[in-house]
């Protein structure tokens, strides 16, 4: 959408400059519906002397001027804070995270709004939502690959104290691979991630990402006091229903909403989420079945169980069974990993049998 302040903006009018590194800035990129990053930014596609190309992510200020000041410190602040994470998953080479190739600032005297504050990332050929569209072409063993890769790039910000909070189609990309000569998938968009010690103005969110996948106990607008339980056990619902609409079409919360009577629905229910609790496990026992029958019939049962656990309506339930034998919250994805990778191998070489 236009603003008032589009043409004294320099965030929005950045085609043929040179920044550092040798890379020029082509073409804006328009924003299309449930696109990612698209928060508080302008996005380019640029190319270095080498050819090769990227995507170019500058703060737009402009965008809350008439929201206030909290607004601006908000964006700014989130900005900040996303390009601090990607320079320290950058530095720790997270193979399935996508991150900052560089970073910088400048300012265009021209514009009256001239500061500019950029990030360029590495240019993923598209998401998988593309990909699903494209059923004829990707096949189960391929979507069982985009999952380990999507389940490895959680485990690896888990392992760094970082939670997502924001899984969906957009935010997971594909990228060619040249070793194989097909795609590997990799975790994006880290703007509302939350880093254990780095406070963030997004924070005090009870629903962080996009609520259209947001796990129940958010939609329900209710914050567990655990911090493990809030940040990393949303992670782990936002997985599993990740899981299941690579695989059926379905999200977990439109299973969910299917089966919930409408007074016990996140948009009308009053009461607290414990209280709703029950009726929210009941819906879910009814949807598993139709979840597990959902899935197609050459790929492994197990991969309904990994949903079952991860998508539990109770936070304190969710993870792996074997990881929470001995009581207790433990949102370990090791064994998450394990057994998708498992179900993978089994997949790919039942494939190859057959052909």
């Given at each position: ?256 909403a299917s089966e919930l009577a409408p007074h016990h629905h996140w948009d009308t229910y ?86």
């Amino acid at each position: 959408m236009s603003s008032p302040f589009d043409d004294y903006n320099a965030a929005l009018h950045l085609e043929g400059r040179e920044l550092d590194g040798g890379w020029r800035v082509g073409t804006r990129m328009r924003t299309t519906s449930g696109a990612t990053g698209g928060a508080f930014s302008a996005g380019y596609l640029v190319t270095n002397e080498r050819g090769r190309c990227g995507f170019l992510k500058v703060l737009d200020l402009a965008s809350v001027l008439n929201q206030g000041v909290d607004a601006v410190l908000d964006a700014t602040s989130a900005f900040v804070a996303e390009r601090d994470l990607l320079v320290m998953c950058g530095h720790r080479k997270l193979s399935r995270v996508v991150t900052a190739i560089s970073h910088g600032q400048f300012k265009l005297p021209e514009f009256m709004l001239g500061d500019v504050n950029y990030i360029i990332f590495e240019l993923a050929s598209h998401d998988v939502r593309v990909a699903l569209s494209q059923a004829e072409t990707l096949t189960n063993v391929l979507r069982l690959e985009y999952l380990r890769n999507l389940a490895v790039g959680l485990r690896q910000l888990h392992s760094n104290e970082v939670a997502h909070q924001d899984l969906k189609p957009s935010n997971f990309l594909l990228f060619p691979d040249d070793s194989n000569g097909r795609h590997v998938g990799k975790l994006a968009d880290l703007g509302r991630a939350f880093r254990k010690g780095v406070p963030a103005s997004h924070d005090h969110l009870i629903a962080p990402g996009d609520r259209a996948y947001a796990p129940p106990e958010q939609l329900y607008r209710y914050a567990f006091p655990e911090e493990m339980v809030r940040r990393f056990g949303a992670d782990l619902y936002q997985l599993g229903s990740m899981a299941s609409f690579m695989f059926t079409g379905m999200t977990m919360n439109s299973l969910l909403a299917s089966e919930l009577a409408p007074h016990h629905h996140w948009d009308t229910y009053g009461d607290s989420y414990l209280d709703v609790l029950p009726f929210l496990e009941n819906a879910y026992a009814s949807v598993i079945p139709i979840l597990k029958q959902s899935l197609p019939g050459d790929v492994d049962s197990r991969l309904g169980g990994i949903i079952e656990f991860l998508c539990q309506p109770d936070p304190r339930r969710r993870g792996h069974p074997a990881s929470r034998r001995c009581g207790g919250v433990d949102y370990s994805l090791a064994r998450v990993v394990t057994e998708i990778d498992l179900i993978a191998h089994r997949s790919m070489l039942l494939s190859r049998a057959a052909a």
